[in-house]
């Protein structure tokens, strides 16, 4: 028995699309692909403020070639089969392909022994099925590729687990969801590095919360903490949780100072991280200075203040910083999406034009995550209790 407990540990820490591969027989032709195709992260189904379902994932690429392989196609197909989910032809290519050290930079060819990231988001409609499994096949072209070989597939299965169901973090009205999911190219969903020689993605469906007034002004007056709207309003727990981690050990900066250079932990700020079970932790970033209420070691219930929205760390600008992901420790964490019980959706912010487009009256909306630019009204405060200690 302890022999086949070992097979199956080792089976169910395989990467997301090793247990799909299907061995053909060795005297089976295959192709001799010049890209290799890897996923760090099974894909995890989960509603949003467009009404989709959306699996969001990304694919490590890599040129195992000595030339420059232009890429002519990107498409997700069910792997059961059917008709493509997603294609990726032309310009389109460029914006969800980027270098590893520069996600900012949109190309569309792969250097030499080279390695790029290849961005997905997969929108189904509500009627549409939601596979079990997805195929991605990569097309590229260069000479002395045969037709055959310029095609790599990998199969990639789809996480069943429903994703969490959270309290939102904050209370109030007009808060801006920014450098959010989905199909966007922010520091957040773009945000892969490596961490004690981990390859990983803590804040792939983060959040930065601003809070705003009607004209989209983040403060009132002068440019400091005290004047912006969300500067120490409570920031509650998503979810009854054990306090895991917390860190309180720095001064808020001024708004607008330069960004520090990344270091850990100071990146994310004074921190609280909650422990939600079965493999799941909340992170909330940039609390104010000392105004942390919890220990390590507290339980929490679903609403209690755990602290104030402040500016520090990797912060510029008072905001709350909020995540969830597969470990206590954020730098070392792939990031799982997740969703908001309940909120309302009250417009959207223009971020060239810096105004927010109000709709003609809020949307309440139920178990959905609200997309990057969102504009969302969470429900007043409760009373907060006292929070409970370990004994």
């Known amino acids: 028995m302890p022999g086949l407990l070992l097979c199956l540990l080792l089976w169910s820490s395989l990467p997301a699309q090793a247990q799909l591969r299907q061995v053909p027989a060795s005297s089976a032709p295959l192709p001799l692909n ?49 008709q493509a989910l997603l294609s990726y032809t032309g310009d389109s290519i460029a914006a969800h392909l980027s270098p590893l050290a520069a996600w900012t930079q949109q190309i569309d060819r792969i250097g030499a022994s080279a390695a790029a990231t290849i961005w997905i988001d997969l929108a189904l409609a509500a009627d549409q099925a939601q596979p079990t499994a997805l195929e991605v096949r990569v097309g590229v072209e260069g000479a002395g590729i045969s037709a055959s070989d310029a095609i790599t597939r990998v199969v990639i299965g789809v996480d069943a687990r429903p ?28 945000g892969q590095r490596s961490v004690d020689g981990h390859l990983v993605l803590p804040e ?8 705003l007034n009607a004209k989209a002004d983040a403060y009132r007056g002068s440019n400091v903490n005290e004047h912006y709207f969300g500067f120490g309003k409570d920031v509650l727990a998503v979810a009854d949780a054990s306090v895991v981690d917390v860190y309180d050990e720095l001064a808020d900066v001024p708004a607008g100072a330069p960004l520090p250079p990344p270091s850990l932990p100071r990146a994310g700020g004074n921190h609280v991280i909650l422990d939600l079970g079965d493999g799941v932790w909340a992170m909330y970033g940039h609390l ?12 929490v219930r679903a609403g209690q203040v755990l602290a104030q929205l402040g500016n520090n760390g990797n912060s510029d600008l008072p905001h709350l910083h909020f995540q969830l992901m597969d470990s206590r420790n954020f730098a070392l964490a792939q990031g799982v999406p997740f969703v908001f019980d309940r909120y309302e ?47």
């Open 34 to 82: 010049p890209l290799a195709l890897s996923v760090a992260q099974a894909p995890q189904a989960f509603r949003a403020s467009d009404g989709r379902t959306h699996l969001s994932f990304e694919l490590l690429a890599l040129n195992m070639t000595n030339a420059v392989l232009p890429l002519r196609s990107i498409e997700v197909f069910p792997a059961s089969g059917g």
């Open 163 to 190: 994703v969490r169901v959270l309290h939102p973090p904050l209370a109030g009205k007009s808060w801006a969801v920014l450098e959010a999911c989905c199909d966007a190219a922010n520091h957040h969903r773009r």
């Open 204 to 211: 792939r469906f983060a959040i930065d919360f601003v809070q």
């Open 288 to 299: 104010k200075a000392r105004s942390v209420r919890v220990k390590a070691g507290d339980r």
């Open 345 to 391: 959706l009250v417009g959207h912010a223009d971020a060239q034009a810096s105004r927010i487009i109000a709709l003609d009256r809020p949307e309440r909306r139920e178990r959905e995550l609200p997309l990057t630019l969102s504009i969302v009204d969470f429900a007043p405060a409760a009373k907060g209790g006292t929070p409970e200690r370990a004994r």
